[in-house]
């Protein structure tokens, strides 16, 4: 039997990856995984046990015995981590900052890929992250590599955060986003980088109605060659 077929969405922080995979896997009934948040529940683990962020044996320990739960779906979506509801504490940008440095470890890396596959069900799943179709899932039916400038991503970041009642300053916030893009491109293990065979999206000038359209179009075609 054929496995469940995946679409890989990789892309820089705040290209509006993570809203468009939300929406594509609830407009096909797809499972998702937000490969982003077990960076950082990885980080905030590390954080609460006193394991330094550049002990490698240790880290791959701590992520064997993490037991995550993810409750509800979309961006109802509740994140358990040994029974604690860490939701809003691991999108706060430190977070995000050390997950972005524990994720230039190969050895945490390595420990997450199993735990990342096995998001994949029937009957499909959206995976959202960095090196989905490069590393992850790199027989995914569909990759989408979604990028937007730096200015624009900082500014739907602020948005966000702002939304959720988070005190943020828009200067910081770029300076932030390029200090990550510099760390995750840069690093030597699955850097950020498109696969050959990804399709780019540059949302800078798009709407996620736009970038979704797009992505359903695809999906819809080749969904129905693989089930051909
Ligand atoms: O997508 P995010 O901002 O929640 O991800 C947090 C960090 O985790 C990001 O800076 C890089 C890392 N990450 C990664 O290296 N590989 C992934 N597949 C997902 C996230």
Redesign the pocket.
């Given at each position: 039997m054929n496995p469940a077929p995946v679409i890989a969405i990789d892309g820089p922080?705040g290209s509006g990856k993570?809203t468009l995979a939300v929406r594509v896997a609830e407009r096909l009934s797809f499972h998702l995984l937000d490969?982003?948040?077990l960076?950082?529940l990885t980080a905030y683990a590390a954080l609460r046990d006193s394991v330094g962020d550049d002990d490698e044996a240790a880290l791959a320990a701590l992520v064997a015995r993490l037991a995550i739960k993810f409750h509800g779906a979309g961006d109802a979506v509740r994140v358990l981590l040994d029974g604690e509801d860490v939701t809003r504490a691991i999108r706060d940008e430190a977070c995000?900052m050390a997950?972005?440095r524990i994720?230039g470890l190969s050895a945490v890396r390595g420990a997450l890929l199993a735990l990342q596959r096995n998001f994949r069900r029937a009957p499909g799943l959206v995976a959202d992250?960095?090196?989905?179709g490069t590393v992850?899932f790199p027989d995914a039916v569909i990759k989408i590599f979604l990028t937007a400038s730096a200015q624009e991503r900082a500014q739907r970041r602020y948005k966000q955060l702002k939304d959720k009642g988070f005190d943020v300053n828009l200067r910081a916030l770029l300076e932030e986003i390029e200090a990550?893009d510099q760390r995750?491109t840069q690093r030597t293990v699955?850097p950020l980088t498109a696969a050959d065979d990804a399709i780019v999206i540059d949302s800078t000038a798009l709407s996620i109605e736009q970038v979704q359209d797009r992505v359903l179009e695809l999906a819809a075609q080749r969904l129905q060659a693989v089930t051909d």
């Amino acid at each position: 039997m054929n496995p469940a077929p995946v679409i890989a969405i990789d892309g820089p922080s705040g290209s509006g990856k993570g809203t468009l995979a939300v929406r594509v896997a609830e407009r096909l009934s797809f499972h998702l995984l937000d490969s982003g948040a077990l960076y950082r529940l990885t980080a905030y683990a590390a954080l609460r046990d006193s394991v330094g962020d550049d002990d490698e044996a240790a880290l791959a320990a701590l992520v064997a015995r993490l037991a995550i739960k993810f409750h509800g779906a979309g961006d109802a979506v509740r994140v358990l981590l040994d029974g604690e509801d860490v939701t809003r504490a691991i999108r706060d940008e430190a977070c995000g900052m050390a997950a972005s440095r524990i994720a230039g470890l190969s050895a945490v890396r390595g420990a997450l890929l199993a735990l990342q596959r096995n998001f994949r069900r029937a009957p499909g799943l959206v995976a959202d992250g960095r090196d989905m179709g490069t590393v992850v899932f790199p027989d995914a039916v569909i990759k989408i590599f979604l990028t937007a400038s730096a200015q624009e991503r900082a500014q739907r970041r602020y948005k966000q955060l702002k939304d959720k009642g988070f005190d943020v300053n828009l200067r910081a916030l770029l300076e932030e986003i390029e200090a990550r893009d510099q760390r995750d491109t840069q690093r030597t293990v699955a850097p950020l980088t498109a696969a050959d065979d990804a399709i780019v999206i540059d949302s800078t000038a798009l709407s996620i109605e736009q970038v979704q359209d797009r992505v359903l179009e695809l999906a819809a075609q080749r969904l129905q060659a693989v089930t051909d």
